[in-house]
């Protein structure tokens, strides 16, 4: 409990200590011969001390001319109470709609917490090795880039970093979901937020704490309840409709019947006045507010979207707020890039064609102008060339998205990159018969041959495609810059239902609009990419889901729901608990105005009230908040 929630635990206690003797004075069960306005008197200390922040809520409200609040319902219901004699309805009224407000404030507390418990990965100290080998526990806050710190088995990875010593296995599944350890060794890099836990491991850290992989996730997921999903807002405008209509229906019940009686002198007993029926309509009214009040629905769709946020996380799946949760739920559309996401993106060499020079030496100006790149492609040369890069040997690098590069390498103009950016440069290419994604060399303007490299699909990338279809995702579609014979047999092997091949960046985009164009209605385009040049397309997308990107800002930042590790399942997954939520949203809504409906017409009948009303609201709130917990617990899917 924070303070806040303390300080009005404290004023419900002390109210209700108070209110009972008065209670009970003042149906008699206690004799007494108090004056009426000693008991009005003494009512108020303990309706002040429990409601006058409502009571200054609906004050401000209708100050602000936006008066048509629960706080302005729950005033005016029970000052009319109060003013009406029924001291006691009143106030236990302001009593319980508080025992309800703490009751949800500790809900919404404590599933905030939940969702970083969950994703246990806030580190809280690192072991910086101090000159004479000691150990030393300082606050990750503190260890600067390049530091080397030591993790022993059963702790957390503070900050990101390299193993420069040790071997291990890591427990990321805080991080991805994944509950399969991680084998690291020498040079490996390691993410805060996973657990050693088999060996010592020396790591050297590689960024500051507040960029690490833990804080970021962190900061994410704390921002993500910030974003407020279409159902909130349709909660909040609800609201301003759904309470004048109520106000002005409380009035008409207060004021018609009596006046249609007085008139009509219909069902006036004898021996009643009408000020007596008056009265009698006018709580009638009151209790119809009390029911009316929305706080079921007000409290329960934020929580169960934050559930649903939570329950996500913890699978490996960051949803950056309420509002893509939503989105996702509808999502009928899904695109993918190619390189990176459907595949590993770790090419192999498998062959070097038509080299004006040695293979080898080929290879090497190739690796040496990739050697700045993130590109997939770039990393996969580096690594096939498996030799040191010297850096001096290279300069004047540029890349050209959805092209190649052009650099300078030993002093020569060296190009590498597909087919057009060999037209682009004016040089004739060869042709190559090959299926594989063909990497066009020229040297000082002189086409020098090329390198053919293939890619693999990964693992689950069959099944990922079959288990949307399931979730139910109508079409999937595979975009890519690559060639079309390599896009064709990919696209088939998965099973994805088309392909568009050979698009620039910018094209992907295009094409990406035009797909948001064919859905009708309430159908929604997901783009799946790995962030390295697709940030665009993620960003143009009704939903942009970037894959594997631990460890990639720039998709991080681009995408609005990020998946921690390569595994294409997960976006099925992600589409599930989507639904699951969303399901829960509505049940919710459904329950609670159902349930408000019968309450609504057993008060207009008079057949309840104020208690029951009040009950009825309490309970309603307490189920609708437990079933949105259930958003958190998406184990079997
Ligand atoms: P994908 O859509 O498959 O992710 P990209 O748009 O990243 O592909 O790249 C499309 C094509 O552009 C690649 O298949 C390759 O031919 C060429 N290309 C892009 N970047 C590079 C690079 N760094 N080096 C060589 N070729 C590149
Ligand atoms: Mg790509």
Redo the contacts with the bound molecule.
């Keep these: 409990m924070n303070k806040k929630q303390k300080h009005l635990l404290i004023r419900i206690i002390v109210a209700a200590v108070c209110f009972v003797p008065l209670y009970l004075l003042s149906e008699g069960i206690i004799p007494n011969r108090l004056p009426h306005w000693v008991i009005w008197a003494l009512f108020l200390i303990p309706y002040l001390t429990v409601g006058y922040d409502i009571l200054k809520k609906a004050a401000l409200g209708v100050k602000n001319r936006r008066p048509f609040d629960e706080c302005f319902l729950m005033t005016v219901a029970t000052v009319a109470a109060i003013a009406l004699g029924e001291y006691g309805e009143g106030v236990a009224v302001m009593l319980l709609y508080q025992v309800g407000e703490l009751f949800q404030s500790i809900a919404v507390g404590k599933s905030r917490k939940n969702i970083s418990e969950l994703m246990d990965i806030r580190p809280d100290y690192a072991n910086v090795e101090a000159e004479d080998g000691t150990l030393e526990r300082v606050d990750p806050d503190e260890v600067e880039i390049g530091t080397v710190i030591v993790i022993e088995p059963g702790e957390k990875v503070p900050i990101d970093g390299v193993v420069i010593e040790g071997a291990s296995a890591l427990n990321t599944a805080a991080l991805t979901g994944e509950s399969k350890p991680r084998e690291v060794g020498t040079d490996d890099t390691v993410l805060s937020g996973s657990i050693n836990l088999s060996g010592v491991l020396k790591v050297k850290t590689t960024a500051a704490f507040e960029e690490s992989t833990a804080s970021k996730i962190l900061e994410l997921v704390e921002n993500a309840a910030s974003r407020k999903a279409k159902s909130e807002h349709f909660v909040a405008k609800f609201a301003r409709v759904y309470t004048p209509i109520v106000c002005g229906t409380a009035l008409a019940l207060a004021v018609l019947p009596p006046l249609f009686i007085l008139i009509t002198k219909i069902g006036m007993p004898e021996g009643i006045t009408f000020w007596q029926i008056l009265r009698d309509w006018v709580l009638r009214a009151c209790t119809f507010l009390v029911i009316s009040c929305p706080c079921a629905v007000v409290i329960s769709v934020p929580l169960s979207f934050f559930a649903g946020l939570g329950g996500a996380g913890s699978r490996g799946i960051l949803i950056k707020g309420a509002n893509y949760l939503e989105t996702l739920a509808e999502v009928k559309t899904v695109a993918f890039?190619?390189?990176?996401t459907i595949t590993k993106g770790s090419f192999a060499v498998t062959a070097v064609h038509h080299s004006i020079i040695d293979n080898e030496a080929l290879l090497a100006l190739a690796a040496h102008a990739?050697c700045r790149?993130s590109?997939p492609?770039?990393q996969s040369l580096t690594k096939a060339y498996g030799k040191p890069i010297d850096p001096t040997r290279v300069s004047d690098i540029r890349?050209i998205?959805?092209?190649?590069?052009m650099a300078t390498v030993d002093g020569k103009a060296v190009a590498?990159?597909?087919e057009r950016l060999m037209n682009r440069l004016g040089i004739p290419a060869l042709h190559c018969h090959h299926v594989g994604?063909?990497?066009h060399i020229a040297i000082d303007g002189v086409y020098a041959g090329h390198i053919v490299i293939a890619d693999e699909v990964k693992e689950h990338a069959k099944e990922a495609i079959a288990a949307l279809k399931k979730a139910g995702v109508r079409r999937t579609v595979m975009?890519?810059?690559?060639?079309e014979a390599v896009a064709k047999q990919v696209a088939e092997e998965i099973g994805i239902d088309e392909y568009r091949a050979e698009?620039l960046?910018q094209e992907?985009v295009a094409c990406v609009e035009t797909l948001i164009g064919e859905n009708a209605g309430k159908k929604r385009l997901a783009f799946v990419g790995d962030g390295?040049?697709?940030a665009p397309v993620l960003a143009r997308a009704d939903l942009g889901i970037a894959m594997g990107a631990l460890g990639s800002d720039a998709a991080i930042e681009a995408a609005d729901v990020v998946l921690m590790d390569d595994d294409p399942n997960k976006i099925a997954k992600a589409i599930r608990i989507a639904k699951k939520c969303m399901r829960i949203v509505k049940e919710n809504i459904g329950f609670a105005l159902i349930v408000k409906a019968v309450c609504l017409l057993l008060g207009a009948l008079g057949l309840a009230n104020m208690w029951i009303a009040i009950i009825a609201d309490v309970g309603v709130m307490i189920l609708a908040v437990l079933n949105a917990v259930r958003c958190l617990f998406v184990k079997h899917l």
């Design positions: 890039d190619k390189t990176g990739e790149s590109h492609i770039s890349e998205s959805g092209h190649g590069i590498v990159g597909n994604t063909i990497l975009l890519t810059g690559d060639v698009l960046p992907k390295i040049n697709d």
